[in-house]
C-alpha cells in the first residue's frame, strides 16, 4: 500500500490525511509544532470557551459532509446572532443586509443607515451608467470599486468587509480571487447593481445572511475529532508533531523528507498544507520556479484580543454580531465580534461579556509591534470609544497569528496556475492550504480533497 505524507497539521492537513486514510492510503502527517490545529484554537477563559481564531465557518458541501464523516454534524451549531454594524464617524451603523463584498444592492439603505452621504448614495447609484462589463485581465477590488461605484462605497462598505475578513488592502487585491461572484457578475452584466438585483429576483443570489457552523464546544473539536478518527483508522503512529519538514526532494518513485532534528522519511506521495512562504522553502530543491512563485504570496499576521467585561457593562446595539472598521478611520482595531451574544451558548454564567478584537492590515501594521499589554490596551481605549462601557474588562488576553492570513494580490490566480505548472513534474505531489483558491475553512477543506484526490489518482496502478 503506498504511504503518502502530509506535510502541516493545520485543518488543511488533517482534511487531506483524513481523506487519504479513508480511500486506503498509508498516511503519515508531519507537523511541526507540539499541537495540531494551525490556527485553529479554542482557549478556556473565565469559565468558557473562546476561540482564539476562527470561531466558524460557512456551511459549504465539503466541510459539512467531512464533519458528517467523523460524526460531528449533529453538533454543529449557528450563531444565535448574525448581522454587522460598521464603526463610521464615531457611531455604529448597521449594514444593510444582503449587501455583496460590501456592495449595496440599494444604495439608498446605505444612505439610510449613514454608512453613504446623500452624495456617495448618488454616485452609487451612477453605477448603472457606467460602460460594463468588465473585460481583460484581473483588476484590483479597488479599481473596479472606485470606477463603478465611486470612493465613498470604497472605503466605507468595501475596505472594512476586506480588511475585517483578510486584513487585506483593496488597492492590490485581485478581485477574481477575492470574490469570485464579484468579478463574475462584472464580467457578466453591464451593471454589477442590476446583475445583483437580477440575482436576487431569480435567487441565484441570496439576500440572507450566509449560514454558519461551529462544533458545540469550540471550533478545536473539528482538530480532535479528525485527529481522532486518523489514529483510530491507521494507528497513534499516523500523526507526528514536533516533526519541522526542512524539504522534500524527489526520489525514484517517491520523495524523501527531511526532519529537523530527526531521520529522513520516504514517501511516495506528498501533500504540502503549508502557508505558502513555508511551502516555498520545503519545495526548493525540488522546483526552484514553484519556490519562487510561493515566496511571492504574502502573509499578513493578525492578533486577536479577548476581553470580557463585567455583566451589563456595555450595551450593544441589537441584531448584531459585532463591527467592523475602515481603515479610512485610522484605527488599529480592523474588527469586533461580540462573543459572548453571538454564541450565548459560550456565554460566562454570571453574564459578562466576551468581546473579541481583530488587528492587522496587510504591510506593516504598527499595532502589531506593540507588546501584548500596550495593545490590549490600546484596542481597550478603541472599544470603549466604540461601546463605552460603563466598567473596565475584568480580563484580556492577546493570541497573535504571524504571517497566517493570504493576500492575493491581482493576479494571484495566474500565479497558482503557474505554481501548478512548475510542479507537473511532479504528480504524486500536490499543495492545498489558504493561499491558493479561499482561505475560509471551507475552502481549505475542499481544496485538501482535491489534493488528496490527484495524489491517489497518481498512485493508482
Ligand atoms: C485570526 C484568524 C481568524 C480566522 N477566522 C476564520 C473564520 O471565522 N472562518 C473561516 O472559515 N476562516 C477563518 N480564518 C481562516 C482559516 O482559519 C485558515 O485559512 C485555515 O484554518 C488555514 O488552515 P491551514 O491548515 O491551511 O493552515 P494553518 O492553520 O496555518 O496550518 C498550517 C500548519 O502547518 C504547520 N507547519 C508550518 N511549517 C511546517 C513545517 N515546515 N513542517 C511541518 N508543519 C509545518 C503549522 O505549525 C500549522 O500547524 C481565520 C484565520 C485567522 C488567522
Not at 480511500?23 to 476561540?51: K, W, Y
Not at 477574481?176 to 436576487?200: N, P
Not at 514553484?290 to 504570496?297: G, K, V, Y
Not at 510542479?423 to 471551507?442: F, K
Request: aromatic residues 4%; neutral net charge; hydrophobic residues 45%.
Amino acid at each position: 500500500m503506498p504511504t503518502v505524507a502530509v506535510v502541516g497539521g493545520g485543518v488543511t492537513g488533517l482534511t487531506a490525511a483524513w481523506a487519504l486514510a479513508q480511500a486506503g492510503s498509508e498516511v503519515i502527517l508531519l507537523e511541526a509544532r507540539d499541537r495540531l490545529g494551525g490556527v485553529i484554537r479554542t482557549d478556556h477563559l473565565d469559565g468558557v470557551p473562546v476561540e482564539a481564531g476562527p470561531d466558524a465557518f460557512l456551511a459549504g458541501d465539503a466541510v459539512v459532509s467531512l464533519c458528517s464523516s467523523v460524526g460531528l454534524k449533529e453538533d454543529l451549531i449557528s450563531p444565535d446572532v448574525f448581522g454587522a454594524y460598521i464603526w463610521s464617524g464615531g457611531r455604529l451603523r448597521r449594514l444593510p443586509p444582503g449587501v455583496v463584498l460590501g456592495l449595496p444592492a440599494w444604495p439608498v439603505q446605505a444612505l439610510r443607515a449613514g454608512l453613504l452621504s446623500p452624495t456617495g448614495a448618488l454616485r452609487a447609484a451612477a453605477e448603472v451608467l457606467v460602460p460594463g462589463p468588465l473585460k481583460g485581465g484581473d483588476v484590483s477590488v479597488e479599481a473596479l470599486v472606485r470606477r463603478r461605484f465611486g470612493r465613498e462605497v470604497l472605503d466605507r462598505l468595501v475596505d472594512p468587509l476586506m480588511a475585517g475578513r483578510r486584513a487585506g488592502h483593496t488597492d492590490d487585491m485581485s478581485l477574481q480571487a477575492a470574490d469570485a461572484k464579484v468579478d463574475g457578475l462584472a464580467r457578466s452584466h453591464r451593471s454589477i447593481l442590476l446583475g445583483i438585483r437580477r440575482g436576487r429576483r431569480s435567487g441565484e443570489l441570496s439576500g440572507e445572511p450566509p449560514p454558519f457552523l461551529a462544533p458545540r464546544g469550540g471550533m478545536e473539536r473539528l482538530v480532535d475529532v479528525l485527529a481522532r478518527s486518523l489514529r483510530g483508522r491507521l494507528g497513534p503512529g499516523c500523526i507526528r508533531t514536533g516533526a519541522p519538514v526542512t524539504r522534500v526532494s524527489s526520489r525514484r518513485e517517491g520523495f524523501t523528507l527531511d526532519l529537523q532534528g530527526n531521520g529522513p522519511l520516504d514517501a511516495d506521495g506528498v501533500v504540502v498544507c503549508l502557508p505558502a512562504p513555508r511551502a516555498a522553502r520545503v519545495l526548493l530543491n525540488l522546483s526552484g520556479d514553484a519556490s519562487r512563485e510561493l515566496e511571492s504570496i504574502p502573509f499578513a499576521s493578525t492578533a486577536v484580543a479577548t476581553f470580557v467585561y463585567p455583566p451589563a457593562s456595555c450595551a450593544l446595539p441589537p441584531h448584531g454580531s459585532g463591527f467592523l472598521v475602515p481603515s479610512s478611520e485610522g484605527r488599529a482595531l480592523a474588527a469586533c465580534t461580540w462573543y459572548s451574544v453571538k454564541w450565548s451558548a459560550s456565554a460566562p454564567a454570571d453574564g459578562g461579556i466576551v468581546l473579541r478584537a481583530f488587528v492587522g492590515r496587510a504591510g506593516i501594521d504598527p499595532a502589531l509591534s506593540l507588546d501584548d499589554d500596550g495593545l490590549a490596551a490600546l484596542l481597550e481605549r478603541e472599544l470603549g470609544d466604540a461601546l463605552r462601557p460603563t466598567a473596565p474588562p475584568r480580563l484580556a488576553q492577546v493570541t497573535r497569528w504571524e504571517d497566517s492570513l493570504p493576500q492575493y494580490r491581482v493576479g494571484h490566480p495566474a500565479r497558482v496556475a503557474r505554481i501548478e505548472r512548475a510542479l507537473e513534474g511532479h504528480p504524486r505531489l500536490a499543495l492545498a492550504g489558504a493561499a491558493y483558491r479561499g482561505s475560509g475553512i471551507p475552502d481549505c477543506v475542499a481544496g485538501a480533497e482535491v489534493a488528496a484526490r490527484r495524489v491517489l489518482d497518481a498512485l493508482a496502478p
